[in-house]
T-cell receptor, first 111, second 118 residues
Framework: EDKVVQSPLSLVVHEGDTVTLNCSYE??????LLWYKQEKKAPTFLFML????IEKKSGRLSSILDKKELFSILNITATQTGDSAVYLC???????????FGTGTRLQVTL | GAVVSQHPSWVICKSGTSVKIECRSL??????MFWYRQFPKQSLMLMAT?????????EQGVEKDKFLINHASLTLSTLTVTSAHPEDSSFYIC??????????????FGNGTRLTVT
């Protein structure tokens, strides 16, 4: 059975802090790893990673994948209150492009 | 950008009735759509893969007779929760992949439907 595990489950930080969110996986037929941000409703897409060691960056967010050790991290620098959300890691497997989601990390950024 | 519209956004129904949830891709075609279920403070659990013009593929433990999926066109998939019970109360989210893009392109999510069964 495919498994995606995220840590920590929840995190409270002060505005301006830097956070690192972790995602490890055990799946068969790996295709890619995706990060999503979920505030109240639909998850919104952040990054898709397919190759090891290549950092993807978007503003204050960045992510990298290690296919040998089977994990990914999502970094957020200079956090803002608007970053408060649940961050979901998902792994795509097989030909059907099925996504298996991790448990999510609930991030709260306080003033 | 690609938009997925899900309707209704919330619904309350009585135990024993059926509820239909629609998922539409507004500006792209989707031969494949996915239905997820999310309990409070938990992650998204894949229920089934909906394939246009053919039967849906259900995940282990999901009752196909209870959660009927129809994907009759390239832009619409429906999930019908039949004979709903209070334990079916949950947040249901659909997602779709743009058929014109490669298989590894990101999925686009609807805004979800919060179902409450009384």
């Amino acid at each position: 059975e495919d498994k995606v595990v995220q840590s920590p489950l929840s995190l409270v930080v002060h505005e301006g802090d830097t956070v690192t969110l972790n995602c490890s996986y055990e799946v068969t037929n790996f295709r890619s790893l995706l990060w999503y941000k979920q505030e109240k409703k639909a998850p919104t897409f952040l990054f898709m990673l397919t190759s090891s060691g290549i950092e993807k960056k978007s503003g204050r967010l960045s992510s990298i994948l290690d296919k040998k050790e089977l994990f990914s991290i999502l970094n957020i620098t200079a956090t803002q209150t608007g970053d408060s959300a649940v961050y979901l890691c998902a792994v795509r497997t097989g030909t059907a492009s099925k996504l298996t989601f991790g448990t999510g990390t609930r991030l709260q950024v306080t003033l | 950008g690609a938009v997925v519209s899900q309707h209704p956004s919330w619904v309350i129904c009585k135990s024993g009735t059926s509820v239909k949830i629609e998922c539409r891709s507004l500006d792209f075609q989707a031969t494949t759509m996915f239905w997820y279920r999310q309990f409070p403070k938990q992650s998204l659990m894949l229920m089934a893969t909906s394939n246009e013009g053919s039967k849906a593929t259900y995940e282990q433990g999901v009752e196909k007779d209870k959660f009927l999926i129809n994907h009759a066109s390239l832009t619409l998939s429906t999930l019908t929760v039949t004979s709903a019970h209070p334990e079916d109360s949950s947040f249901y989210i659909c997602s779709a992949r743009d058929s014109a893009r490669d298989r590894d392109s990101p999925l686009h999510f609807g805004n979800g439907t919060r179902l409450t069964v009384t």
